[in-house]
């Protein structure tokens, strides 16, 4: 665990892997997705104009579920592009194309590693030492 200042409100919090926010901006994370989340049910199709200044949301937080892939954008609203090659995608991080190729490249890079300590297993450990 870490020690760290929370990105939103600057609070001191105990941190678990990469979060940068403290427990109580996540929890108001959580009340905008639903309040979204019902709104989106009630007017599917709005804009992310639309949701901001009807339940008072920044855009940025709003971009940010979409990057997370919580929220996804219809018709011809696609408005985050791909962190890799800068595509128009609908949510998430990266477009199906680089997602293939990135999933590609991490199993060839497993097989290497696997094939590397396979190699290295028998030659590591612990032994009897033999008698003089």
Known sequence: MEVRNCSTCGKIFNAVMDVRRCPE????????FKMIREYLYDNPGASIEEVSEHLDIERNRI?????EGRLETIGEQMVINCEHCGELIRH??????CSREMAMDLKSAAKVIKKDTSRTAHSTGMHIKKKK
């Open 63 to 67: 971009l940010h579920f979409l990057r």
């Open 25 to 32: 901006c996540r929890k108001g994370d959580e009340v905008k």
């Open 92 to 97: 998430g991080k990266y477009c199906e194309k």
